[in-house]
């Protein structure tokens, strides 16, 4: 990442984490009383813990399914789960979410739920694509060499599609990032919650207060997952610039 880059980055980081604070430290705008920052910190934590656990969901599913659907013996199932994965994501959000918690109940859960679902897709498109790429010829080196397909799969595929795999993962974690907000017309707290009360009485700082810790912690994960990315990918597929 250039100079040029990182200033972008922290001067935009530090315009939203300003406004928080400024809209914290405000108080209140006529007789509407802002969050406190207590309250404020709790809802990020409540936030992240949505995103993370949604998340974590989406990788422990979606990786396997992505995988799967390389092998010779699985490819016929293939479309028809990336055709399920594409349902989920054409639905708008707003209703998926109330949908959700038509059916689990208003909270949580149902937000974790309408999270997960976001965020698989990107994981298994990526995962799938990651390892069909991979040029055949080292393949067939690395069997040639005597390695069994566990080894191969351990010691080629997955090192070679990883890149491929944390970019899904990266994309998957900023959209849910900007969605759990929305989870919080269900009841299900984080930042939400406070972007829902400001649309309410229509008072903008509220709207602010919740808005900006939330494209904040977007912009801070992306960062995050950007620099797992670099260092998973292998040496000889590095693009310096």
Not at 86 to 94: A, H, S
Not at 111 to 123: D, M, S
Not at 174 to 198: C, F, K, P, Q
């Amino acid at each position: 990442m250039r100079f040029g880059k990182k200033g972008i980055f922290y001067t935009i980081l530090i315009i939203l984490v300003g406004l928080t604070i400024w809209m914290t430290v405000k108080g209140e705008v006529g007789i509407f009383k802002l969050a406190p920052a207590s309250k404020v910190f709790s809802a990020i934590v409540r936030h992240l813990q949505i995103v993370v656990v949604a998340e974590v969901l989406a990788i422990i599913v979606g990786i396997p399914i992505g995988f799967l659907g390389t092998r010779h013996s699985f490819r016929f199932i293939s479309p028809v789960l990336m055709g399920i994965a594409n349902v989920g994501q054409t639905i708008p959000t707003l209703a998926f979410i109330g949908i959700a918690g038509a059916l689990l109940g208003m909270g949580y859960n149902a937000a974790v739920i309408a999270l997960f679902v976001y965020a698989i897709l990107p994981i298994i498109r990526n995962t799938n694509a990651g390892i069909s790429t991979i040029n055949p010829a080292i393949l067939e080196a690395a069997k040639g060499m005597g390695m069994s397909p566990m080894q191969v799969t351990a010691r080629v595929e997955i090192p070679l599609a990883m890149p491929v795999i944390i970019a899904g993962i990266r994309t998957s974690t900023v959209l849910n990032v900007g969605t759990a907000a929305v989870a919080g017309m269900i009841g299900a707290g984080g930042l939400g919650e406070l972007i829902v009360t400001g649309i309410a009485v229509r008072v903008t700082e509220l709207i602010i207060q919740g808005a900006a810790p939330t494209a904040a912690l977007a912009i801070i994960l992306d960062a995050l997952l950007n620099k797992a990315r670099d260092a998973a990918t292998p040496r000889g597929l590095e693009i310096r610039e």
